[in-house]
């Protein structure tokens, strides 16, 4: 299972883009890169998943390199209802959690 | 709203003793996996259900079982309760492996 590495916290203010990048040197052929978001008390909300390139909905985008060692979310104007853990993930079966980012927006 | 409904929401339990607790995931998910997440920490991966059968599991001791029924509920059992084991524990289904999850809401046990 690829293992994931992301930074434990960033902060961020209203309205500014926040980039959060995974790193996952050991990703398999088959594996797929999902992001998800957690607020405190519920269940971890499906963001975006990609396998290659860049991936767009109406929430976030999801940049993924030619090489697919790393991903890249981005939110766009973030609002502090953004506030939240943010957690990468790699695989093709089994889905298991790092410990995320914890991003804070500021007003 | 994800379709993915856990009870109970909250349990209270003593050391040693067994408990048990119930998901029901939306018609068609054929996956189901079980998570625990103590304070402050990312959700850990207990064990996976594809079809009814295990389809991997995390580093949890075989007090640690499950179950996935044919109506896409399923049940997680912990025997011999022990303090560590407080934390709040997550259901997640999806349509097919390695596709996006459905999280519940959790139970939030505490082991007294």
């Known amino acids: 299972l690829a293992k994931t590495t992301q930074p434990i916290s960033m902060d961020s203010y209203e309205g500014q883009e926040v980039n959060i990048t995974c790193s996952h040197n050991n990703i398999a052929t088959n594996d797929y890169i999902t992001w998800y978001q957690q607020f405190p008390s519920q269940g971890p909300r499906f963001i975006i998943q990609?396998?290659?390139t860049k991936v767009t909905n109406e929430v976030a985008s999801l940049f993924i390199p030619a090489d697919r060692k790393s991903s890249t979310l981005s939110l766009p104007r973030v609002s502090l209802s953004d506030t939240a853990v943010y957690y990468c993930l790699v695989g093709g079966g089994d889905m298991r959690f790092g410990a995320g980012t914890r991003l804070t927006v500021k007003p | 709203e994800t379709g993915v409904t856990q009870s109970p929401t909250h349990l209270i339990k003593t050391r040693g003793q067994q408990v048990t607790l119930r998901c029901s995931s939306q018609?068609?998910?054929?996956?189901v996996s079980w998570y625990q997440q103590a304070l402050g920490q990312g959700p850990q991966f207990i064990f996976q259900y594809y079809r009814e059968e295990e389809n991997g599991r995390g580093n949890f001791p075989p007090r640690f079982s499950g179950l996935q029924f044919p109506n896409y509920s399923s049940e997680l059992n912990v025997n011999a309760l022990e303090l560590d084991d407080s934390a709040l524990y997550l259901c997640?289904?999806?349509?097919?492996?390695?596709?996006?999850?459905?999280f519940g809401s959790g139970t939030q046990l505490s082991v007294l």
């Open positions: 997640a289904s999806s349509i097919r492996l390695g596709e996006k999850l459905f």
């Open positions: 018609s068609g998910h054929n996956t």
């Open positions: 990609g396998y290659k």
